[in-house]
Antibody
Framework: QVQLQESGPGLVKPSQTLSLTCTVS??????????WSWIRQHPGKGLEWIGY???????YFNPSLKSRVTISVDTSKDQFSLKLSSVTAADTAVYYC????????????WGHGTTVTVSS | QSALTQPASVSGSPGQSITISCTGT?????????VSWYQQHPGKAPKLMIF???YRPSGVSNRFSGSKSGSTASLTISGLRAEDEADYYC??????????FGGGTKLTVL
């Protein structure tokens, strides 16, 4: 079955860019029918959708983060990536990637999550 | 976009039923039958429990059910068990082709 795994630095300095990659196994990003999402969870808080990408490269973002977020896809590697610029301590969170059903936005397969701390 | 509104906490005794509400607007919950519910145990990734308002993924207990009326969706858990104690989140597809989360509800099994 499809599995997702996040990877990337666990520590990022303030004002720098946070970069994470999600690797999809057991299936192909190019098969269509799904968006590929990034979600985060601040310590002790709720979940926040960051954005998603289709294999064609079409993207949609949370309006509150849109100005700082880039999501890209590499279909040859079955990976999609998140870049969040100009980070502050407020961006410290667990970051999840998830498969997302097209049009109904169901997040049906999740990665385990990776903790990113923003600190100097 | 504002988060969907959920109660911060609910509780129930083993064997009882509880309902968690998720209130949005006509631009999200009220406008689409695309509400999902997720269960999250501490330190774990969320798990899909209900999608498209009332459908259960394979493997999810039929003690979990979903419904919607207007702009409010609900998750009902019947026959409460200790292992149901977790945080529960709703999501909805939104007018801007985005996903909007509820603030989350902590379920305590007494």
């Amino acid at each position: 079955q499809v599995q997702l795994q996040e990877s990337g630095p666990g520590l990022v300095k303030p004002s720098q860019t946070l970069s994470l990659t999600c690797t999809v196994s057991g299936g192909s990003i190019s098969s269509g029918g799904y968006y590929w999402s990034w979600i985060r969870q601040h310590p002790g808080k709720g979940l926040e959708w960051i954005g998603y990408i289709y294999y064609s490269g079409s993207t949609y973002f949370n309006p509150s983060l849109k100005s700082r977020v880039t999501i890209s896809v590499d279909t040859s590697k079955d990976q999609f990536s998140l870049k969040l610029s100009s980070v502050t301590a407020a961006d410290t969170a667990v970051y999840y990637c998830a498969r997302t059903g097209v049009s109904h936005a169901t997040l049906d397969v999740w990665g385990h999550g990776t903790t990113v701390t923003v600190s100097s | 976009q504002s988060a969907l509104t959920q109660p911060a906490s609910v509780s129930g005794s083993p064997g009882q039923s509880i309902t968690i509400s998720c209130t949005g607007t006509s631009s999200d919950v009220g406008g689409y039958d695309y509400v999902s519910w997720y269960q999250q145990h501490p330190g774990k990734a969320p798990k899909l429990m209900i999608f498209d308002v009332s459908y259960r993924p394979s493997g999810v207990s039929n003690r979990f059910s979903g419904s919607k009326s207007g702009s409010t969706a609900s998750l009902t858990i019947s026959g409460l068990r200790a292992e149901d104690e977790a945080d529960y989140y709703c999501t909805s597809y939104s007018l801007s082709s985005s996903v909007i989360f509820g603030g989350g509800t902590k379920l305590t099994v007494l």
